[in-house]
């Protein structure tokens, strides 16, 4: 296998818990893609139309991100992680993908959510990314096997 960084945006701290199983079941590096400014309860509540995250996702508005990847080249596979926010990515996830050049990377996305399935979030990556190489989107709760991590990253 090359050599892979799990990369991962986590708000609330379930997709951190995923990407970290993934990242210890193949032996990759970890990255946290973490928003300058970060997200509090308030900030997250769907529910509410004037909450950081509606306005960021109804706007299209992609915070800051703290930390950039120096060793980019040194991977061939990038997994990358996040929640699913209105049936796609979060915002930050666009910036991410903006401002490092994957053009030759396998890209293989993982989600986490309550009941929403990857279908519409992968397909928005595959649109507003269509240079990029996604090899594969899926799922996961965090209570998969090491072997099921193991297996889809190839």
């Known amino acids: 296998m090359s050599k892979v960084l799990v990369s991962y945006f986590s708000a609330s701290g379930v997709t951190k818990g995923v990407a970290e199983r993934v990242s210890n079941a193949i032996n990759g590096?970890?990255?946290?893609?973490?928003?300058?400014?970060?997200?509090?309860?308030?900030?997250?509540?769907w529910t509410n139309k004037q909450s950081r995250s509606s306005i960021e996702m109804n706007e299209?508005?992609?915070?800051?991100?703290?930390?950039?990847?120096?060793?980019?080249?040194?991977?061939?596979?990038?997994?990358?992680?996040?929640?699913?926010?209105?049936?796609k990515e979060p915002t930050i996830i666009d910036k991410f993908l903006e401002e490092n050049d994957m053009s030759n990377k396998k890209i293989y996305v993982f989600?986490?959510?309550?009941?929403?399935?990857?279908?519409?979030?992968?397909?928005?990556?595959?649109n507003n990314f269509p240079n990029l190489n996604f090899v594969d989107g899926k799922r996961f709760t965090g209570r998969?096997?090491?072997?099921?991590?193991?297996n889809w990253i190839k």
Request: with cysteine; proline share 4%; charged share 30%.
């Open 29 to 45: 590096d970890l990255f946290e893609i973490e928003p300058v400014e970060k997200y509090t309860d308030s900030d997250l509540d």
């Open 60 to 87: 299209n508005i992609k915070p800051e991100i703290v930390n950039k990847i120096s060793n980019l080249d040194e991977y061939d596979t990038v997994c990358i992680a996040f929640p699913i926010w209105w049936y």
């Open 111 to 126: 989600v986490t959510s309550g009941s929403s399935t990857i279908d519409s979030t992968y397909r928005s990556l595959k």
């Open 144 to 150: 998969e096997l090491d072997d099921e991590y193991r």
